[in-house]
């Protein structure tokens, strides 16, 4: 597995925030645990890939809003903050030499990575602050000739992305926060709910077997363990100050 990454913008605090209140980052600390991200990654099989440094873009660590990748196809997201647009196009460069293919989400689009999850074949896409219906309806068309079906999923408010809200933690298992995306849209899943007093906690990321979770959801974390998920914890604390979780710093995929 390939897993493409960037070094911390040394502006990440200047980044976008929507539902939660600035507080100082701390920007050692910050690039000490991407570090320790970068390090669990590779200790889960992933071979890490820097696309190039952003330094002036502070959100430029998230990665995952820029593209989603699949085994067949790259699509190059339009993200929804306009102080972000620029960060897509070194992620074309560095996708084009694992992926032939490379469609572009174009205006009036608008779609972050982090609002799109899939699970085999199944692709569901968060509508929220970032996301547009046009975007929605050009990844249909785009992915519909590979045979994925493509589902719009209004997110409540408070929620981001789509996987701020749910994420996939087993084969046949999605972990979900209720109040930010109803449960109904996933009813071939087993749900475990984050805790009611861990809101944020619904950003997981499965690479094989393995669930890389943040220490910062002690009771979330539980709830996982307690459903035999295997959890690699890591500390997440600056990061999920500028909004963000575990699967926005990175794109990962079979190298194919
Ligand atoms: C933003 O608001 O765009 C960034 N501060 C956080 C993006 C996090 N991305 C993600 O969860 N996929």
């Given at each position: 597995m390939i897993a493409i990454v960037r070094n911390i913008s040394p502006?990440?605090?200047e980044c976008e925030l929507t539902h939660v209140e600035r507080q100082p980052i701390n920007l050692a600390l910050a690039e000490k645990q991407h570090e320790e991200y970068l390090d669990a990654l590779r200790r889960l099989g992933c071979e890490v890939v820097y696309a190039p440094?952003?330094?002036?873009?502070?959100?430029?660590?998230?990665?995952?809003?820029?593209a989603v990748v699949l085994d067949e196809l790259a699509v190059i997201a339009r993200p929804g903050a306009e102080s972000r647009r620029e960060e897509v196009f070194s992620m074309a460069e560095a996708l084009e030499a694992y992926r032939e293919k490379v469609f572009y989400i174009e205006a009036p689009g608008l779609l972050d990575g982090g609002d799109v999850l899939r699970v085999g074949r199944e692709i569901w896409v968060g509508m929220g602050g970032r996301t547009n219906a046009d975007a929605i309806l050009q990844l249909q068309a785009m992915l519909r000739p590979f045979g994925y079906v493509v589902i719009a999923v209004p997110l409540k408010g408070g929620c981001l992305h789509l996987k701020s809200a749910v994420t996939q933690v087993a084969e046949d298992t999605l972990l979900l926060n209720p109040d930010w995306v109803?449960?109904?849209?996933?009813?071939?899943f087993n749900i475990i709910e984050t805790d009611?007093?861990?809101?944020?906690?619904?950003n997981a990321l499965l690479v094989g077997d393995t669930v890389m979770f943040p220490v910062d959801y002690p009771l979330t974390a539980l709830a996982l363990a307690e459903a035999d998920i295997e959890l690699l914890l890591v500390d997440n604390s600056e990061v999920i100050k500028a909004?963000?979780?575990?699967?926005?710093?990175s794109v990962i995929f079979s190298k194919g």
């Open positions: 502006r990440m605090a440094d952003l330094p002036h873009h502070p959100d430029s660590v998230f990665v995952e809003d820029c109803d449960d109904h849209h996933f009813q071939d009611p007093d861990e809101p944020g906690a619904a909004e963000g979780g575990v699967t926005c710093c």
